[in-house]
């Protein structure tokens, strides 16, 4: 039982330091997740992770590029592609200009438009508000995805053409 008892302190060392390890790698690299599983403790009493996820911030790869290196692209989730192409992390300030002006805002990076494909080619979809609510609030302000788009209309069915654009975005 004493020998049970030594070797369950000696685990609980080598866990305690893991886990302090772990502990700093995740503030380290600003990760979003750190796991270990399975963590086991083998019969002569060492203790091994079999298994680990770790996965860090893309807002922060900038910051760490010996993880960006490391990064698998073919993983990564193919609707954000166009942001990372463009080197756009959410909260960066973007550039959306078309052939009657431009107007900045603040990026959020979102997997709800997928890119269309034409002639082969991803064709990329982006959202910017028409509006900022209630004209008497003052703290509603900001761009005007209007100040893009043609004020021209289909003779056929008379659907405004600023449904839909042509754009080029930028990070600002």
Same mark, same amino acid.
């Given at each position: ?13 080598? +866990?305690?330091?893991?886990? @302090? ?6 503030? @380290? ?6 796991? +270990?599983?399975?963590? #086991? ?11 680990? %996820?770790?996965?860090? =911030? /893309? ?15 073919? $993983? $990564? /989730? &193919?609707?954000?592609?166009? $942001?990372?192409? %463009?080197? +756009?992390?959410? @909260?960066?300030?973007? %550039?959306? #200009? ?20 034409? =002639? ?5 979809? #982006?959202?910017?508000? #028409? ?5 008497? =609030?003052?703290?509603?302000? @900001? ?6 788009? &043609?004020?021209?209309? =289909? &003779? ?17």
């Amino acid at each position: 039982m004493q020998r049970l008892a030594e070797r369950s302190a000696e685990a609980t060392k080598q +866990i305690a330091a893991i886990v @302090g390890k772990l502990y700093e790698a995740f503030v @380290g690299c600003e990760a979003m997740l750190c796991e +270990i599983n399975p963590l #086991i403790v083998t019969p002569d009493g060492e203790v091994r992770a079999l298994d680990s %996820k770790f996965t860090v =911030d /893309d807002n922060a790869l900038f910051r760490h590029p010996e993880i960006a290196e490391l990064r698998d692209v073919s $993983a $990564a /989730d &193919p609707l954000e592609a166009l $942001a990372r192409e %463009k080197g +756009i992390a959410n @909260g960066s300030q973007v %550039k959306v #200009i078309s052939a009657r002006g431009q107007i900045e805002g603040v990026a959020m990076v979102t997997r709800r438009l997928a890119p269309l494909k034409v =002639d082969g080619k991803d064709v990329w979809q #982006i959202g910017f508000p #028409i509006h900022w609510g209630y004209a008497g =609030d003052p703290s509603h302000t @900001g761009p005007l995805a209007n100040l893009l788009t &043609p004020s021209a209309m =289909d &003779p056929n069915t008379w659907t405004p053409e600023y449904k839909a654009f042509l754009v080029r975005l930028e990070k600002a």
